[in-house]
């Protein structure tokens, strides 16, 4: 069964940073192309940051660039994304999303080409 965890969300202030991070379930780890989105309150989930499965090739949205770097470990089948310079409208839930049968250095940034999702972790930035 795939699983996908997020842990590290939490409260912080603008302009501190916050790391998240998710542990996945899914073998091989190093063949699943992983992203981030996030939804904050009354609006739609939207692309955050996503890496290939090999971690050479990353794609962050413009909000983020910049301040957010994503980040994978293969052999501990975990991946996390540290966040800096936070502001207000960071404040989200985050999710993590995973997908398989990629090819090396492949990665996607829309919703619809992810398969397995976790129950994400809420980031609130307080001003």
């Known amino acids: 069964q795939v699983q996908l965890v997020e842990s590290g969300g939490g409260v912080v202030q603008a302009g501190g940073s916050l790391r998240i991070s998710c542990a996945a379930s899914?073998?091989?780890?190093?063949?699943?192309?992983m992203a981030w989105f996030r939804q904050a309150p009354g609006k739609e989930r939207e692309f955050v940051s996503a890496v290939s499965w090999s971690g050479g090739n990353t794609h962050y949205a413009d909000s983020v660039k910049g301040r957010f770097t994503i980040f994978r470990e293969n052999a501990k089948s975990t991946m996390s994304l540290q966040m800096n310079s936070l502001k207000p409208e960071d404040t989200a839930v985050y999710y993590c999303a995973a997908r398989s049968g990629v090819r090396s250095g492949v990665l996607y940034d829309t919703q619809d080409e992810y398969t397995y999702w976790g129950q994400g972790t809420q980031v609130t930035v307080s001003s």
């Open positions: 899914v073998w091989p780890f190093s063949r699943y192309a």
